[in-house]
């Protein structure tokens, strides 16, 4: 391949992927057929998801001052990228969930702020972290839930005064005596 058709490549790749792509996963789609991959591409697109085939030699050039730089030792064989979505978590679960009808899917491995997830079980393991939204979701509970306990305990015995008084009133209305307490 000729030096320009190379840099054309990898041009591509830096437009297709952007430099602000600091979170992808890395896979092989090698052993899908034409369907199947066509069918795994537009489940994944429905959430944003993009697939992109890449040479290997040519990613490793093209990544190599990037975010993505760390994916490059896991570049062998047939390797695809799979950026895009809400976060690479959601990128994990939704490929981690098309494997189990589509076995042929390969996963090599995943990067999450530098961190990198090799292999089947790293990226098995990246899929069970809480997305950005719902780890925020869990520290507000972890915050409000103290509050509201305490607000509640507060509310117990004050409450049950009211729910007295409300009694005592009903039944003077109706002209009932009521019993002293002993």
Same mark, same amino acid.
């Given at each position: 391949?000729?030096?320009?058709?190379?840099?054309?490549?990898?041009?591509?790749?830096?437009?297709?992927? %952007?430099?602000?792509? *600091?979170?992808?996963?890395?896979?092989?789609?090698?052993?899908?057929?034409?369907?199947?991959?066509?069918?795994?591409?537009?489940?994944?697109?429905?959430?944003?998801?993009?697939?992109?085939?890449?040479?290997?030699?040519?990613?490793?050039?093209?990544?190599?001052?990037?975010?993505?730089?760390?994916?490059?030792?896991?570049?062998?064989?047939?390797?695809?990228?799979?950026?895009? %979505?809400?976060?690479?978590?959601?990128?994990?679960?939704?490929?981690?969930?098309?494997?189990?009808k589509f076995p042929a899917i390969e996963l090599k491995g995943a990067i999450l702020d530098g961190q990198l997830f090799t292999g089947k079980a790293?990226?098995?393991?990246?899929?069970?972290?809480?997305? *950005?939204?719902?780890?925020?979701?869990?520290?507000?509970?972890?915050?409000?839930?103290?509050?509201?306990?305490?607000?509640?305990?507060?509310?117990?015995?004050?409450?049950?005064?009211?729910?007295?008084? *409300?009694?005592?009133?009903?039944?003077?209305?109706?002209?009932?005596?009521?019993?002293?307490?002993?």
């Open positions: 391949m000729s030096k320009p058709i190379k840099s054309i490549m990898m041009r591509d790749y830096g437009s297709r992927i %952007g430099a602000d792509t *600091k979170d992808a996963m890395l896979i092989s789609i090698r052993g899908l057929k034409a369907v199947d991959n066509a069918k795994v591409r537009n489940q994944l697109a429905k959430k944003q998801i993009k697939v992109t085939v890449v040479r290997n030699s040519l990613a490793r050039k093209s990544f190599e001052k990037s975010e993505l730089a760390p994916l490059t030792e896991l570049m062998s064989g047939a390797s695809a990228l799979a950026y895009g %979505g809400a976060s690479v978590i959601e990128v994990a679960r939704e490929i981690v969930g098309l494997i189990a790293g990226v098995e393991e990246l899929s069970k972290f809480p997305t *950005k939204d719902e780890a925020i979701a869990r520290v507000v509970t972890l915050i409000v839930s103290p509050a509201r306990k305490l607000v509640a305990q507060i509310q117990g015995p004050g409450s049950g005064v009211a729910g007295i008084v *409300k009694a005592i009133e009903t039944k003077l209305e109706k002209g009932e005596a009521i019993a002293k307490a002993g």
